[in-house]
């Protein structure tokens, strides 16, 4: 249940996979009221380029009747990985077991689609190398939908 120090962000986005706009609500959690900042409290389900903790600049908008996002003001240098078991053969929990011991954010939407939180405390690459291996296996696909600096691997080989 939020607190009185938390408030709900709404996200307008395009959407590549469903080739339309669309939105989502992010809990926050108040920064500095004055300046419309807000600390992003939960894992974004679908928007792109957002994770927890971000730091983002919102305002309210009489049309929709709440704060609505603007941009990222600061990144919190976590990442967010979303996540698509791709039959019904695999149990995603045990999926979500392995992410979470990895030290891992998890909040599942349904059976087939959960997303994956990685704070800027662990190391990207173990965790990269495991989505591989089940994206090889044909278990899941997955998108990196915000990738922080910190995480970013495009320069360093894999193992």
């Known amino acids: 249940m939020p607190d009185s120090n938390s408030v709900e962000i709404l996200i307008n986005y395009f959407s590549n996979i469903l080739d339309d706009y669309t939105s989502e609500t992010i809990q926050a959690g108040v920064v500095n009221e004055e300046f419309g900042y807000?600390?992003?409290?939960?894992l974004p389900i679908y928007a792109p380029g957002?994770?927890?903790d971000d730091v983002v600049w919102a305002q309210y908008k009489a049309t929709e009747s709440m704060l609505v996002y603007r941009k990222t003001v600061e990144h919190s240098g976590n990442s967010t990985i979303h996540a698509v078991v791709l039959n019904d053969l695999n149990d995603p929990d045990v999926m979500i077991g392995l992410f979470e011991n990895a030290g891992c954010l998890i909040k599942k939407l349904n059976a087939k689609y959960f997303v994956i939180g990685i704070p800027s405390s662990i190391q990207y690459i173990p965790i990269k190398?495991?989505?591989?291996?089940?994206?090889?296996?044909?278990?899941l696909d997955y998108a990196e939908s915000c990738l922080s600096n910190k995480h970013q691997y495009k320069n360093i080989s894999m193992p």
């Not at 807000?38 to 939960?42: A, D, E, T, V």
């Open 50 to 52: 957002l994770a927890i």
């Open 129 to 139: 190398s495991l989505l591989d291996e089940l994206k090889r296996k044909k278990v």
């Open 38 to 42: 807000y600390q992003l409290k939960s």
